[in-house]
Each structure stands twice: as structure tokens, then as C-alpha cells.
T-cell receptor, first 113, second 112 residues
Framework: DAGVIQSPRHEVTEMGQEVTLRCKPI?????LFWYRQTMMRGLELLIY????????DSGMPEDRFSAKMPNASFSTLKIQPSEPRDSAVYFC???????????FGQGTRLTVV | GEDVEQSLFLSVREGDSSVINCTYT??????LYWYKQEPGAGLQLLTY?????DMKQDQRLTVLLNKKDKHLSLRIADTQTGDSAIYFC????????????FGSGTQLTVLP
């Protein structure tokens, strides 16, 4: 298996623009997680899906952030409008079941200027 | 809330042992993990230990857990340049990635 695949690897955008980050989990995994990594706050869980359903989105910082999982093989994290403080590395992870280890993608480095 | 703390930097010479330390505050932590992050890459799970264990060894890696002091350490024997990376300590009370609390990471630099 290719592992968790995220795209793009790098994204540079202007403040106010919409940004969409994409994730393909490992086939057969039914839990998916979006994390954000910054120097100041470290790794933070943004949202968690189980069987394509959002279970816990308490980590989503603001209404500007939204996440979807239309099917078992694809998820998006959207920021609209983006702000410079959203600059971070965003990781997607998946796990076979809710209470098992998570496998991380390589991340998307987002820079909002 | 839960807190996991690590020192930010560690430098060692190639061939020496590295010891990365971590402390946590959540007494209900059941699972404790070590992740490795290489430049430009995601987090890779290296090893984990259950709270009812004191030690776990896996090839060059040795994890020691002092549950009384809430102290976790990762020892890398015969450290190689390929071990240079950021190492994250993480804890969870359930084993679920939704409840992982990560430390800030320790940047390990292996000098030739």
C-alpha cells in the first residue's frame, strides 16, 4: 500500500483565498484524522472521522475551517478565507479502527502570505 | 488538561547512545508512544509501551517507563546519521489517535 497520500505537498496562497487540502487514507482504514503542526502549538487534532462521519470537530479553530469525507477513500480540509496565521503543516492520518495506531501522510505545508 | 513535555534539542556523536526524555501529566495515560519525523515527512510510529510495562526493547530502541514519576525515555543504541530527525513523545488514555497528546518534539542531531 502507498500509505496515506496528501496533496499538494506545498501550497502558497494569498490571504483571503480559499485553500483545499486533500487526503487519501490507506485502503480499508475507517478512521481519518486531520492534524495541524506549528512551532508554537505543536501537533493539534483538528477533526476526526469514523466511517466517513465527523465524530469530533472540536479542534477546528474557526468557522473558516471545514472538512468533508464524501467517501471512504477521500477527505478534504478547506480554509475559506485563509489568513497568514493558518500557515502550518497539515497532516492527515488514518487508522484501521478507532482505537489503533494512526498512520500519517507526509503533510501539506501551507503558507499564507 | 494533559501535557507532554520534551527538551527541544539533543546532539550526539555517531556511534554513541542517544537518550530522549519525556514527561507527561495525565495519570490515566495507558499508551505511550514514540514517533519519528524526518525532514519533509510525516510522523512514523517507532514504538509504543503500555503503562503496565517498565521497559520495551526493539532492536536498537529501548523504551523505559517510570509510571510513578510519569517519565518516559527513548534510548537509541549506536546512533547513526540516519537517526537525525525530530522525535515526538505522545500519550493516550485509550490508544486512539483521536486522543493522542503530543509533546513538542526533540530535534536529534547526529554528528559524524
Amino acid at each position: 500500500d502507498a500509505g496515506v497520500i496528501q496533496s499538494p505537498r506545498h501550497e502558497v496562497t494569498e490571504m483571503g483565498q480559499e485553500v483545499t487540502l486533500r487526503c487519501k487514507p490507506i485502503s480499508g482504514h475507517n478512521s481519518l484524522f486531520w492534524y495541524r503542526q506549528t512551532m508554537m502549538r505543536g501537533l493539534e487534532l483538528l477533526i476526526y472521522f469514523n466511517n466517513n462521519v465527523p465524530i469530533d470537530d472540536s479542534g477546528m479553530p474557526e468557522d473558516r475551517f471545514s472538512a468533508k469525507m464524501p467517501n471512504a477513500s477521500f477527505s478534504t480540509l478547506k480554509i475559506q478565507p485563509s489568513e497568514p496565521r493558518d500557515s502550518a503543516v497539515y497532516f492527515c492520518a488514518s487508522s484501521p479502527r478507532a482505537n489503533t495506531e494512526a498512520f500519517f501522510g507526509q503533510g501539506t505545508r501551507l503558507t499564507v502570505v | 488538561g494533559e501535557d507532554v513535555e520534551q527538551s527541544l534539542f539533543l546532539s550526539v556523536r555517531e556511534g554513541d547512545s542517544s537518550v530522549i526524555n519525556c514527561t507527561y501529566t495525565d495519570s490515566s495515560s495507558t499508551y505511550l508512544y514514540w514517533y519519528k519525523q524526518e525532514p519533509g515527512a510525516g510522523l512514523q510510529l517507532l514504538t509504543y509501551i503500555f503503562s503496565n510495562m517498565d521497559m520495551k526493547q526493539d532492536q536498537r530502541l529501548t523504551v523505559l517507563l517510570n509510571k510513578k514519576d510519569k517519565h518516559l525515555s527513548l534510548r537509541i543504541a549506536d546512533t547513526q546519521t540516519g537517526d537525525s530527525a525530530i522525535y515526538f513523545c505522545a500519550e493516550s488514555s485509550s490508544g486512539s489517535a483521536r486522543q493522542l497528546t503530543f509533546g513538542s518534539g526533540t530535534q536529534l542531531t547526529v554528528l559524524p
